[in-house]
């Protein structure tokens, strides 16, 4: 099992350009989240999909941000008019299931550079 | 509102030193806390939960519902250790499962 695939790994972004992020989830697994983290800071959740459905995107920025996970290929996070606030390390998780007992499994990051 | 802290932002030891972690939480519910570990930029990795009860690359956890902490031991450092801990709680609500972190902290083993 390969684990979370992420890509790009690092990205570099001018103000104004858009940013997509991709999350290929564990074999099996059908929840996706995705974190950011900002520099000095903890992870801060942002979105809760399933296939096709946003659950919960509590923590995504009102505007310029979006999340999808169709029903064929990877979930994408998609920043538009990036700002250098936006710079971060951007992770995606996938767990196969919710409740007690379940294990969220971790990508390792796409680091996002705003110039 | 429920939240993780972790009072260290960086700790050091000596290699065969005793290493504790702390970890506070607030939440009004039965929480369920684990403790992740992130080498450096490489993926967060589950290194213990509290309901497994389990030890993991000698490490250990408990949970103290009286002090509401989940403090993180070791025994014995190793330089292997040096890492980013994250301590985390897991929020259900509403149909939603996500993960509560703490700021991290830096262990960094000395030899």
């Known amino acids: 099992n390969a684990g979370v695939m992420q890509n790009p790994r690092h990205l570099v972004r001018r103000r104004g350009q858009e940013a997509r992020l991709r999350c290929s989830p564990m074999k099996g697994h059908s929840h996706v989240y995705w974190y950011r983290q900002l520099p000095e800071e903890g992870l801060k959740f942002m979105v809760y999909l399933q296939k096709e459905n946003i659950i919960d995107e509590s923590g995504m920025p009102k505007e310029r941000f979006s999340a999808e996970f169709p029903k064929e290929g990877p979930s994408i996070l998609r920043i538009q008019q990036v700002v250098r606030g936006d710079s971060a390390a951007y992770f995606c998780?996938?767990?196969?299931?919710?409740?007690?007992?379940?294990?969220?499994?971790f990508g390792e990051g796409s680091w996002l550079t705003v110039v | 509102a429920q939240r993780v802290t972790q009072p260290e932002k960086l700790l050091s030891v000596f290699k065969g030193a005793p290493v504790e972690l702390k970890c506070n939480y607030s939440?009004?519910?039965?929480?369920?806390l684990f403790w992740y570990v992130q080498y450096s930029r490489q993926r967060l990795q589950l290194l213990l939960r509290?309901?497994s009860r389990e030890s993991i690359k000698g490490f250990t956890a408990d949970l103290n519902k009286g002090e509401t902490s989940f403090h993180l031991k070791k025994p014995f450092a190793q330089e292997e250790d040096s890492a980013m801990y994250y301590c985390?709680?897991?929020?259900?609500?509403?149909?939603?499962?996500?993960?509560?972190f703490g700021k991290g902290t830096k262990l960094t083993v000395n030899p």
């Open positions: 939440y009004s519910g039965s929480p369920e």
């Open positions: 509290h309901i």
């Open positions: 998780a996938s767990s196969r299931r919710t409740g007690t007992g379940n294990t969220i499994y």
């Open positions: 985390a709680l897991s929020e259900t609500q509403g149909g939603s499962e996500k993960l509560v």
